[in-house]
């Protein structure tokens, strides 16, 4: 690959995780936890792109109460990124995306948006399509990236595939997005077979993001060239002006650009891809014993299986159950069954309303 198409990563780490609760938390979110093992997914997020073949250095876009976290965490991992920019207010991956089209070397910068909360066991394969779709967005297409579907998954959203793209190494136009779907539509998608689940990982010019910008959400875009005109340096990090993108709608890069846009690519990728958005997905991706139960820490299990045991600092022990997430952190025990994860951030929001 000629040495002028180097990629610029794009990480995203101002989420919150909330659904990983009551591990996952505002103050320590799921993106900087030891999930899968020595590593947090932030710290796996810039491994994956860290061959200087194929990368530049990375463009961190993240939330101002996590500075001290990520610093310490890219210690850990020698990493240096070219910028990191801290967002002053939470406004959804739109503007963040923004933030770090405009602090692009060159307008004609290749950018690879990636979320730092999410987990790639096939980094070479994932690598692959990157590099495959680089023609495709060098042209001026807005393109994201598809994931086979293992199953009727209603944490997802869906891409429907088009045409192919001419001349491109297997990417395709994207007829519609789909919002998460329930289970019925899910399964019908499946069997129409022209679908993929959303991964929320993208490739595009700079340039090509912004006049997007400007066309479909323009006082986004007013906001956020205000907000890095008017921002300041200190140390290692930037801080866009407070005022200025506080005044940019709160968005998706989905809802903003991508389900507006004309010229949108998908290139389909199925590289050992999850978001780990619940205890569900991380009992699946995770290793099994041989009662396909799941443990993280100290646990026991007598005639139990299917469980999803999580827990450094209680020893657990459980006798003749099946199908549970049993998760604890510090002085809390949640339990629940299996398939019921997506209704933790609920069950979180609840209690803390009690409290």
């Known amino acids: 690959m000629p040495k002028q198409t180097l990629i610029t990563p794009v990480i995203l780490s101002g989420g919150s995780g909330t659904r990983l609760w009551p591990l996952s938390t505002q103050e320590r979110p799921k993106q900087f936890l030891n999930l899968l093992g020595p590593l947090s997914m932030f710290q796996l997020t810039f491994q994956r792109c860290a061959d200087d073949r194929i990368f530049r250095k990375p463009i961190i876009v993240g939330s101002s109460i996590h500075a001290e976290m990520m610093q310490e965490q890219m210690q850990e991992v020698g990493a240096t990124p070219n910028t990191i920019i801290l967002e002053p207010c939470a406004r959804n991956t739109a503007p963040a995306i923004a933030l770090a089209a405009l602090a692009a070397e060159n307008p004609s910068d290749l950018l690879l948006v990636m979320p730092s909360d999410h987990v790639i066991r096939n980094v070479p394969a994932f690598q692959k399509a990157v590099q495959e779709s680089i023609s495709v967005a060098q042209s001026r297409w807005l393109v994201t990236f598809g994931i086979e579907p293992t199953g009727p998954e209603t944490g997802y959203g869906y891409i429907q595939q088009g045409d192919a793209i001419v001349g491109s190494s297997g990417s395709l136009s994207v007829k519609k997005f789909v919002e998460k779907p329930n289970l019925e539509k899910a399964k019908k998608m499946l069997e129409d077979g022209d679908y993929c689940w959303n991964a929320g990982i993208f490739l595009f010019r ?150």
Request: charged residues 25%; hydrophobic residues 40%.
């Open 206 to 355: 700079a340039d090509s993001y912004l006049t997007a910008m400007e066309k479909y959400s323009p006082e986004m875009l007013v906001a956020c060239r205000s907000a890095m005109a008017d921002g300041r340096i200190a140390g290692e990090f930037f801080y866009p002006d407070l005022n200025a993108f506080a005044s940019a709608p709160s968005e998706s890069i989905d809802y903003a650009i991508m389900e507006r846009a004309e010229k949108i690519a998908v290139t389909p990728v199925n590289p050992g891809w999850s978001d780990v958005g619940s205890w569900d997905s991380l009992f699946d991706i995770s290793d099994k014993d041989d009662d396909s139960n799941v443990i993280f820490g100290k646990a026991d299990t007598i005639g139990s299986n299917h469980n999803l045991i999580h827990s450094h600092e209680l020893e657990i022990a459980v006798l003749g159950v099946e199908n549970l997430i049993i998760v604890t952190h510090e002085n809390r025990v949640v339990i629940l069954p299996r398939g019921q994860s997506q209704n933790v951030k609920k069950m979180a929001q609840q209690l803390e309303e009690k409290e």
